[in-house]
């Protein structure tokens, strides 16, 4: 079993839909937890954090719930500029090493 | 400011060669790392370094060597490459338990 698993999608979701991934993880002790973005052929970078209280970033919500070890990520009123990969990452609790989900690809479609 | 830099961009390399991939960071961060992407596999790491002549094997690390002689460099080498190492390789940086920023990446195709 994979340590951070993501359904790879693609999801295709018209302009203005919402749109939710969810990720499971497998290490309890895991410490901290991320979305990262990565567009087509570029380097992925961080969308938001994770917090256990859940947390907002405009139109994206991210949530965490550590009992059953699974974190999502709520995309409203999708733009054609969301269409990437989003990657699940879980940091353990020695150093800092991330560990990576294989990505759920957005489509957003006009 | 730069960021995070990689050399090449991309490279063609026989089975057998042996090649060099350099990353660069002027964030002046203590932790750098070397990932691999393959599709579907996500991110693995290859190797790490915690601060300047340290150096760690990370998840995959096997036909890979890497140097941090300087704070700003980490270099990944490969002394013998093989077809299963076509890959895009990504270096990263970081300061102490912070985000990772990464750099553009290396398409690596090894015939």
């Known amino acids: 079993r994979k340590e951070v698993e993501q359904d790879p999608g693609p999801f295709n979701v018209p302009e203005g839909a919402t749109v939710a991934f969810n990720c499971t993880y497998s290490n309890s002790a895991s410490q901290s937890f991320f979305w990262y973005r990565q567009d087509c052929r570029k380097e992925p970078k961080l969308l938001m954090s994770v917090y256990s209280s859940g947390n907002e970033d405009g139109r994206f919500t991210a949530q965490l719930n550590r009992a059953s070890q699974y974190i999502s990520l709520l995309i409203r009123d999708s733009k054609l500029s969301d269409s990437a990969t989003y990657l699940c990452?879980?940091?353990?609790?020695?150093?800092?090493?991330?560990?990576f989900g294989g990505g759920t690809r957005l489509m957003v479609k006009p | 400011n730069a960021g995070v830099t990689q050399t090449p961009k991309f490279r063609v390399l026989k089975t057998g060669q042996s090649m060099t991939l350099l990353c660069a960071q002027d964030?002046?961060?203590?932790?750098m790392y070397w990932y691999r992407q393959d599709p579907g596999m996500g991110l693995r790491l290859i190797h790490y370094?915690?601060?300047?002549?340290?150096?760690a094997k990370g998840e995959v690390p096997d036909g890979y060597n890497v140097s941090r002689l300087k704070k700003q460099n980490f270099l990944l080498g490969l002394e013998s490459a093989a077809p299963s190492q076509t890959s895009v390789y990504f270096c990263?940086?970081?300061?102490?338990?912070?985000?990772?920023?990464f750099g553009p990446g290396t398409r690596l195709l090894v015939l």
């Open positions: 990263a940086s970081s300061a102490v338990q912070e985000t990772q920023y």
């Open positions: 990452v879980v940091r353990g609790n020695a150093g800092n090493m991330l560990t």
């Open positions: 964030m002046n961060h203590e932790y």
């Open positions: 370094s915690v601060g300047e002549g340290t150096t």
